[in-house]
């Protein structure tokens, strides 16, 4: 069972990337979290694999973080929902904000997913509320640690500059893990710059 690949990246997909371990290329799929967080061709990187075996295929699906990762361990678990839909479901919404539609019964926002209908929404909400309301406590534990407020701010001003709100949520996310900054001003500077490269 493979658990992780460290390699370069030989090519970027819409839905996957080809990752040469030295010599060996490997065909990882990936949710659009996970691609937006990876440099451009011929980068180092370290991908989380799930290794999904069946009688007659063998597939990766790979996770730039931990906390994707045992989302979307999460969300197979669900009838219904294979590793394919799990990462359309991943794609559609980030983590948080998943998190928070499935903890506080959100039909409506998961519906929005494509791939998702409304009884499948209602089925990931029933099975899943209670696991990820842990997980939910400990992210907002977390995210209070290094300033919730200012982070809201920093995103709310960017979606006000024009950029989408996934967009925004993603250049401000990868800025506080990067530097733990928490000043409002220096989080809209440094989230620019990553969005404008």
């Known amino acids: 069972m493979i658990a992780f690949l460290k390699g370069h990246i030989e090519q970027k997909n819409s839905d996957s990337v080809l990752l040469d371990v030295q010599g060996v290329g490997y065909k990882v799929e990936v ?3 996970t691609l937006d967080q990876l440099s451009s061709s011929g980068s180092e990187i370290k991908l989380l694999i799930y290794h999904h ?15 994707e990762k045992g989302l979307f361990e999460k969300l197979i678990t669900v009838k219904g929902v294979g590793p394919k839909l799990g990462l359309t479901i991943l794609s559609g919404l980030p983590a948080s904000n998943l998190i928070s539609a499935i903890t506080q019964s959100d039909v409506t926002a998961l519906s929005r997913v494509p791939g998702i209908g409304k009884k499948t929404a209602e089925r990931i909400i029933l099975e899943l509320k209670e696991k990820l309301s842990e997980l939910k406590s400990e992210s907002v534990r977390s995210s209070n640690d290094t300033g919730k ?5 920093a995103i709310q001003a960017l979606q006000a500059l024009g950029f989408k709100s996934r967009e925004a949520e993603q250049a401000v996310m990868k800025v506080l893990n990067e530097t733990k900054e928490v000043e409002t001003s220096a989080l809209i500077r440094k989230s620019l710059a990553l969005l404008n490269r």
């Open 31 to 33: 949710s659009s979290q």
């Open 149 to 153: 407020g200012e982070m809201n701010e």
């Open 53 to 67: 075996i069946t009688e007659s295929d063998q597939r990766l699906f790979g996770f730039f973080t931990k906390n």
